[in-house]
């Protein structure tokens, strides 16, 4: 009989199932254990990988865990690094033979990646799209903050090389390495604090996020004191210079979407004014007037809609004001910080996305002589 590696591959899965059943030999060791000792490239890699879950997503036929895998990033050197959960969804029909997009969305406080996930609906509309979807969550924070809050208001976790917005790139790069991933298409948005550390992704990460969004968020490098009693938000001109500070050589101007509800009331619609006047302070952008404007209303729910283009006629900054809304995802599905009964914001950022490529990514190798041979889903 002929032994392949899948098939090495798979016996070593099922007895590493054994001890954990036998022995309760903690997921963390035992995985750390297989993949000193298993050098079979990316077979191995996919094979090896664990979730707190259990070890599911090691046979081909668990076709379910196969395109919802849950990882856990490691603590890396560089200050403020820790390790940290993150969810995937990979689209249906998934087979690892062509890069795809990724889209990651970053949860608010009192949420988790799952929260957002089942609010938001990017599952869907990845399967439907053709997209992987990432989920990261927080994990922990030394610092006082309200519940999973991401720390957009500490310069140490938003400043390029180190902390909360390097290990969400790094997250990607673990993404990458995994599965096949567009360089030209990586895209970042988020709710609340999400929405801020997403912003902050897109200002430290400007040479290699295509395009983001932010829903009901706040701008780069904001205090907190612009969401505590009397919102006193920095000068647009000092939020500003900390962008061109932290994008330094590397600075574009990324395209960003930007959803907020004027009825907001626990960040204000002043914050999402600011991220748009700071993006086209930095990017020399003329806001004084949309060069393309619709409104509509959708089940009770005004909205507006303004593009604004750079010097090369393709939009930089668009902006959907709605009426009405509280706190929460327009338009997702019920649940915690969801306002189903609005327009359907993530089919919005996904068209945004999908509009807005990197023109150019640096170091990009077009041809990958793999494919992983356990990436395939129903």
Request: charged share 25%; hydrophobic share 40%.
């Amino acid at each position: 009989m002929r032994i392949t590696g899948q098939a090495v591959v798979e016996l070593l899965a099922r007895f590493a199932r054994t001890l954990v059943r036998r022995a309760r030999a903690p997921q963390t060791w035992l995985a750390i254990c297989l993949n000193r000792s298993i050098s079979l490239g990316r077979h191995a890699r996919r094979a090896t990988a664990f979730s707190w879950a259990g070890f599911r997503g090691f046979f081909p036929g668990d076709r379910d865990a196969d395109r919802d895998p849950v990882r856990m990033s490691r603590r890396r050197p560089y200050p403020g690094s820790r390790r940290r959960r993150y969810t995937l969804h990979l689209p249906r029909g998934y087979t690892g033979r062509r890069r795809l997009p990724l889209v990651m969305v970053l949860h608010g406080c009192w949420q988790c990646h799952d929260d957002i996930r089942a609010i938001s609906n990017f599952d869907t509309i990845a399967d439907r799209a053709g997209f992987i979807a990432v989920y990261p969550f927080v994990t922990s924070y030394r610092d006082l903050r309200m519940q999973n809050c991401w720390g957009w208001w500490s310069a140490n976790e938003i400043r390029p090389g180190g902390g909360e917005v390097e290990d969400l790139w790094q997250i990607v790069e673990e993404v990458k390495e995994e599965f096949e991933v567009d360089p030209r298409r990586i895209h970042i948005t988020g709710l609340s604090s999400g929405g801020a550390m997403a912003v902050a992704a897109m200002v430290v990460h400007s040479s290699r996020i295509a395009s983001g969004a932010v829903v009901a968020g706040l701008p780069y490098s904001e205090s907190s004191l612009a969401i505590a009693f009397g919102r006193r938000h920095k000068p647009v001109e000092h939020v500003a210079a900390a962008m061109n500070g932290a994008m330094g050589n590397s600075k574009r101007p990324v395209p960003i979407f930007i959803a907020h509800s004027r009825a907001d009331e626990v960040i204000g619609i002043r914050a999402a004014e600011h991220i748009r006047d700071s993006w086209a302070t930095c990017f020399e952008i003329d806001t004084s007037r949309g060069t393309r404007q619709r409104s509509g209303n959708f089940r009770g729910t005004p909205w507006m809609h303004t593009e604004y283009r750079g010097e090369n006629r393709r939009t930089i900054i668009e902006t959907l004001f709605l009426e009405g809304k509280a706190h929460g995802w327009y338009g997702g599905n019920p649940g915690a910080f969801s306002c189903p009964d609005a327009p359907d914001i993530s089919q919005r950022i996904w068209r945004f996305f999908r509009a807005h490529p990197l023109e150019q990514a640096a170091g990009v190798d077009d041809a990958k002589p793999w494919s992983h041979a356990m990436s395939r889903v129903a």
